[in-house]
Structure formats: C-alpha cells, structure tokens
T-cell receptor, first 115, second 112 residues
C-alpha cells in the first residue's frame, strides 16, 4: 500500500450505532488530519495530530472521538451521530503540522450516511 | 465567514483552450497557497502551490498566479485536456499548526 488509505470507503449507520473510521499513511509523515466535506461546503478541518499529540483545538462535537495511537494511524470513533453528520470524511497527512510549506496528502475518503 | 472563496462553482472549456480558475482570500496573513484536484470517489490530490514571496509558479501545463494586493490567485491550465475534468480546490495555509483553509471548489469540464 502506498500513500494514504482509508477504510471503510462507504458506511451507513443508524443514530444509535457505534462505528470507527480508520486511516493509515505510508509516507513516513508526522502529522495527520481529519476533514469533513458536506455537500456544497468547503472542506472543514476537524482535528490535527502531530507525533500522536492533538494540536488543533477545533471544536469537534463529542459524538466524534479521534484517536492517534501512532504517527501512521488515525481513527475517528463515531457514536450517536445525527443525520446532518452525513458527509465525506477525508484523512490527510503531511510531513509536519507546523510551518507554512506543508503539502497535505489525502486519502480517498469515507462516505458516511447516518439514517 | 469564508476566508477562501471560489466564486465559480463550475467552468466549461473546450479541449486545447486555456482554463482559468479563480480564488480570492480575505486574510493577508496567509503565506502559502495550494491547488488540489479531485476526481469523483477519490481524495483531493496536490497539484501546485505558491508562496506569498512569489507571484507566479509554473509546472508544465499548470501555472498559478498570485496577486497579493488584490488577495487573488488563479490557476491556468493550458492546453486543457479532457482528463483535466475534475473539481479544483484552492487552499490557503492558515498558519496555525499547518491547517489548510479550503474554498468550495470549482468543477471544471473540458469538452473534446
């Protein structure tokens, strides 16, 4: 595997379910990100991890629980979601979190539908 | 309020002609700008970037121009090819922990 991979690619869940999104990067990067893309809206940054430490204080609803056990893996644990949480969830990584000249590399995304 | 704006949701261009995608931003502290390309069912892929110390960066058929006084950048693709048909996102480095601020995207269709 190369680049950034995400599983599952598609997920349908009820509001009472608990599920997890997984991201893995094979680029040797130190920073990982979760973005949310809703219809007709810009990509919205949810969380940033640098060397497994959360470094961005975006207000993410508590029904989303990010986890970064090591610099190659990132999870987004989901529980009691709402239909408006249906979106494309994109994972990205970059060499480092700080600094200006930091291209981010994206995974293919997980299309989440909450019924 | 959106800090990065792509005011054209879509653009249609004939093959072989020039495609010009525009992006405006509001924060003069942004110092690095990127363009990403996204095909359906795939994540965005990095295309080209420009630092605020430059006004032009060229890579093959792709050129990005930056006008700092107008807080405007544009992506030129010439000649356009049908394979360029995709959604193009403009992004600015927000400075804080390297997070990127994205525009809503412009869907480019290149017709044969």
């Amino acid at each position: 595997e190369t680049g950034v991979t995400q599983t599952p690619r598609h997920l349908v869940m009820g509001m009472t379910n608990k599920k997890s999104l997984k991201c893995e990067q094979h680029l040797g990067h130190n920073a990982m990100y979760w973005y949310k893309q809703s219809a007709k809206k810009p990509l919205e940054l949810m969380v940033v991890y640098s060397l497994e430490e959360r470094v961005e204080n975006n207000s993410v609803p508590s029904r989303f629980s990010p986890e970064c056990p090591n610099s190659s893996h990132l999870f987004l644990h989901l529980h009691t979601l709402q239909p408006e949480d249906s979106a494309l969830y994109l994972c990205a990584s970059s060499q480092d979190a700080g600094g200006s000249y930091n291209e981010q590399f994206f995974g293919p995304g997980t299309r989440l539908t909450v019924l | 309020d959106q800090q990065v704006k792509q005011n054209s949701p879509s653009l249609s261009v004939q093959e072989g002609r020039i495609s010009i995608l525009n992006c405006d931003y509001t924060n003069s502290m942004f110092d690095y700008f990127l363009w990403y390309k996204k095909y359906p069912a795939e994540g965005p892929t990095f295309l080209i970037s420009i630092s605020s110390i430059k006004d032009k960066n060229e890579d093959g058929r792709f050129t990005v121009f930056l006008n700092k006084s107008a807080k405007h950048l544009s992506l030129h693709i010439v000649p356009s090819q049908p394979g360029d048909s995709a959604v193009y996102f403009c992004a600015a480095n927000g400075g804080s922990q390297g997070n990127l601020i994205f525009g809503k995207g412009t869907k480019l269709s290149v017709k044969p």
